[in-house]
């Protein structure tokens, strides 16, 4: 038996190493099986199954090595499937325009409009106290 294992443990090793070598996010297909779930990561031609969705993800990420994932979903509930995907890019827009606005946000403050903390917290919609820990993180 601990042939075996030490045998999973160097392909497992080698999974990560090559993982890492794909670039992120790793694709993994994951689907409902019976009772429990399953994960094919096609790339390195590897397969984990767990019972719960849960593990199944834990068990990815520990071969990996990394937490970027691009996860595509098969529950056997259409339905569910679509929302899920949607659900997933509506979030990942929710992140773009977050990066965008802060990135905005940090333009704005270092421009020299001689403006109070106040004002310029009602111009952009933050709280006075957030433009001024924003501010002193621009200009320390």
């Keep these: 038996m601990g042939t075996t ?3 999973a443990s160097t392909d497992d090793s080698v999974d990560v190493a090559v993982a890492r070598q794909l670039g992120a ?3 993994v297909m994951v689907t409902r099986d019976g009772c429990g779930w399953r994960a094919e ?3 390195l031609g590897v397969v984990r199954n767990s019972r719960s969705l849960h593990g199944l993800v834990r068990r990815v990420r520990a071969l990996l090595g990394t937490d970027a994932i691009d996860y595509q979903f098969d529950t056997g509930d259409v339905e569910l499937d679509q929302l899920v995907r949607q659900i997933r890019l509506a979030r990942e827009a929710v ?3 977050g990066e965008r606005a802060r990135k ?12 109070s903390v106040r004002d310029l917290a009602v111009l952009i919609g ?3 106290q957030r433009v001024h820990q924003l501010m002193r993180q621009i200009c320390p």
């Design 41 to 43: 990561v096609a790339a």
């Design 126 to 128: 933050l709280s006075h």
């Design 95 to 97: 992140q773009a325009h």
């Design 104 to 115: 905005l946000t940090g333009e704005a403050l270092r421009l020299p409009c001689g403006g």
């Design 25 to 27: 996010p790793v694709l």
């Design 5 to 7: 294992s030490t045998a």
